[in-house]
């Protein structure tokens, strides 16, 4: 097991220290990211998101062993560590301008950032610093593979969506509602099932237990869920009276889901997806 006494970034051979291939490519990486304006709360989370561990102890990254990598000089060489970073890299990174020029996030792009999603991996996505000074959204798993999202443009798809859901209100309503329930056929065949068993002078207790949960999951099938259908009347009544914004954005849609064509998707409080 590796200890993470050695410097992120390096590991030991032949009595010395020298760059760990993935691990000085990460570090890189903080250092250009940060340069580049992603605050530390961001790197901790694309770090976390792309599933690089710290070590093989510890899997998941915080705020401060991020920062004592964007401040620990040992990287620009000098001691028994060979440098990975350069002199001026680390002085950019270590100026504080660079820490104070952080763009402070509105409520919709906060909102966004917690329930903006890729449709392809399921994993959030994240929300860059361009070289020009602008945001884009993008899965880091690639999987989106028409041009990074800008801010306006991902806003500006949700309420698309949302006007069209205006003008369909029927759409984010429940089918049927807590009075159509009923047994259907398949999971009174699992009922039957159970009461032969039972019967029997020796049931098989591992039978038994299967074929129960497999009726629980066909009596669940035919059951309609009484709170989805109330907030399936809240959403529908809540489309009716607001324009599309922000606050019917947030009162309404559980997930955004962005496909690899960078086709935006809803899901809805109720649990619908709506196109
Ligand atoms: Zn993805």
Known sequence: MKLRTILYGYTFQNAGYIPDPSESNVVQSIYSEYIGGTTIAEIVKWLNTTGIPYSSDKKTWNKNM??????????IGGGIYPQI???????RANKK??????EPLTDELRWLKQKAFCHACGKQLYRRRMKDGSYRWICLNKCIKS???????LQNMILEKLSLLKDHPESIADD???EDFSLSPEARKYENEIERLISEP?????LLKSVVLDCVSKRYDCCVNSGTYEISKELTAALSKEPPGFDLMKKICEKIAVDENGEVHLTLKN???CI
């Open 66 to 75: 991020v920062y004592r990598i964007l401040t620990d000089t040992r990287y």
């Open 85 to 91: 970073i350069s002199k001026e890299l680390f002085e």
């Open 97 to 102: 301008e660079n820490i104070a020029k952080q």
């Open 147 to 153: 041009k990074p999202i800008r801010d306006l443009d």
């Open 176 to 178: 049927f509602t807590v």
């Open 202 to 206: 020796n049931p098989s207790y591992q």
């Open 271 to 273: 649990g619908k997806d």
